[in-house]
Nanobody, 127 residues
């Protein structure tokens, strides 16, 4: 499984960015797809997950981004997105997408729930 995250860059506080995660060699809808971020000097942080098609594509968000970030999947494009609105300076981090298969939702809130990771894309929010 190879994941390629893109769409990062410089955003303005209060603005929006959309990240994409494209997969090769696999069908993303068969996986639980998560988004994480890691700011300098901090641990990697769970943001959002969209479950596999067999799990009805249900979504779960961290409190820090609930109501601002939206995870979605385009099965035809085999791509998962993270729409980030109302950006804040503290959203500055490297963002990662990850793929896993896990029966327990709470496992997907941690790095251990994922077997495959993309390379990360930098998001910088200026205030």
């Amino acid at each position: 499984v190879q994941l390629q995250a893109s769409g990062g860059g410089l955003g303005q506080a209060g603005g929006s960015l959309r990240l994409s995660c494209v997969a090769s060699g696999v069908t993303l809808s068969a996986y639980d797809m998560g988004w994480f971020r890691q700011a300098p000097g901090k641990e990697r942080e769970f943001l959002a997950v969209i479950r596999s098609r067999s799990r009805a594509g249900t979504r779960s968000y961290a409190d820090a981004v609930k109501g601002r970030f939206t995870v979605s999947r385009d099965n035809a494009e085999n791509t998962v997105y993270l729409q980030m609105n109302s950006l804040k300076a503290e959203d500055t981090a490297v963002y990662y997408c990850a793929a896993g298969r896990n029966q327990i939702l709470s496992s997907l809130w941690t790095e251990r729930g994922y077997a495959h990771w993309g390379q990360g894309t930098q998001v910088t929010v200026s205030s």
